[in-house]
């Protein structure tokens, strides 16, 4: 089955160990698209090969802000992302510098399209 690739990038909101319907821990990421501001969501499996494409950006995510690109759908319908993605880190700032950007970038959004419509 081919997985279809997303097609923004997008910044991890929070990502933190819980228990999986499974019996246990998975570390659940989720994500907000940069243009559409959709929010999505993974479960890591530190068991899994999966896992060395992603410890580092938890670790990342833990203390700065961090922008993701190269990701692939699970379930579009759902927004899950495919946890076998291979995440490609675009920018790592602090997570208040990532905050300034973004909303300043939504604003200016939001000014065009009152302005001239989508």
Do not use: C
Not at 46 to 73: D, Q, R, T
Not at 77 to 103: G, K
């Amino acid at each position: 089955m081919k997985y279809p690739k997303l097609e923004e990038p997008v910044f991890i909101t929070s990502s933190e160990l819980i228990n999986s319907r499974h019996g246990y821990e998975v570390v659940e990421i989720k994500f907000k698209g940069i243009k559409t501001q959709k929010q999505y969501k993974t479960w890591i499996d530190p068991k899994f090969n999966n896992w060395s494409n992603w410890e580092h950006i938890i670790e990342i995510a833990n203390v700065k802000g961090i922008v993701l690109s190269n990701l692939k759908y699970k379930d579009i319908v759902n927004a899950t992302i495919n946890a076998d993605s291979e995440p490609r880190i675009e920018y790592v700032v602090t997570m208040e510098e990532l905050s300034q950007v973004l909303s300043e970038y939504w604003n200016n959004e939001d000014a065009f399209t009152r302005m001239f419509g989508k």
